[in-house]
């Protein structure tokens, strides 16, 4: 990225960010038919065809934010939006309409859908523990996700990075960063699988309370005593895994 979005040569931002989408794609052009880009392809339902599409991953994608969550990314009227602007496709309305057009469900059902999502997960602050919130520095979505640890519910910010790298397949050119957060990810993740077991083991109960409230490290990572200083170590980058 660095090589075109900081490369002054290819003009101004957005003449670079064509330029990164022409090698993407290998092509100077894109289709801005909302029928043939987006309605279209979200109306595939046979794999064989979804194949030569790369549309059955979408769909299901779509179905997903029409009947949990909403997440809508607009390009709305009178912004600096970049992208199209005449007409304005890229609305609240243009991307509720494809709810409607690939499954049949109206925009008011959306909403009450993104409404019992919440109720049943806790949206921003839910009623539990041990969950794990890692967000990339410079990812467009972090605002959407916790960014303030709680008690049980730590957060791990990983600096430089984007969209959920740590999740992709690990490559040696990946950045340090990133290597980082999967070591500390399975860290924490295996701390909570050594407690559950404890836990199980224990007939759970006071053991469980005594865990996670009595030892919060700043990260909110459940353990307590020596094991707490080693997390918050772990955390801060001062041992490794």
Not at 3 to 24: K, W, Y
Request: glycine share 8%; with cysteine.
């Amino acid at each position: 990225c660095e090589d075109f979005l900081l490369n002054d040569e290819l003009g101004a931002p957005v003449a670079r960010l064509a330029a990164i989408n022409e090698v993407s794609s290998g092509s100077k052009c894109m289709g801005v038919s909302f029928l043939e880009n987006q309605v279209k392809p979200l109306q595939v339902t046979k794999l064989e065809d979804a194949a030569k599409m790369d549309g059955i991953c979408s769909r299901c994608w779509e179905y997903q934010t029409c009947t949990m969550f909403g997440f809508y990314q607009t390009c709305d009227p009178n912004t600096e939006c970049p992208f199209t602007t005449d007409p304005w496709l890229n609305t609240l309305q243009s991307q509720l309409l494809l709810c409607q057009t690939s499954f049949g469900i109206e925009a008011q059902a959306v909403a009450g859908h993104v409404e019992t999502t919440l109720a049943r997960l806790g949206g921003r602050y839910p009623d539990t523990q041990r969950i794990l919130y890692v967000n990339g520095e410079v990812d467009p979505w972090r605002r959407q996700s916790t960014l303030k640890a709680r008690p049980g519910l730590p957060v791990l910010e990983v600096p430089g990075a984007s969209h959920h790298p740590w999740t992709h397949p690990a490559k040696a050119t990946d950045q340090q960063s990133v290597k980082d957060a999967r070591n500390k990810i399975l860290y924490q993740v295996s701390e909570w699988l050594e407690m559950a077991n404890r836990e199980s083991l224990d007939d759970g109960g006071d053991d469980r309370e005594a865990l996670v409230d009595g030892g919060s490290t700043s990260y909110g990572s459940p353990v307590d005593g020596t094991a707490a200083g080693e997390a918050d170590l772990f955390f801060r980058g001062k041992v490794s895994a």
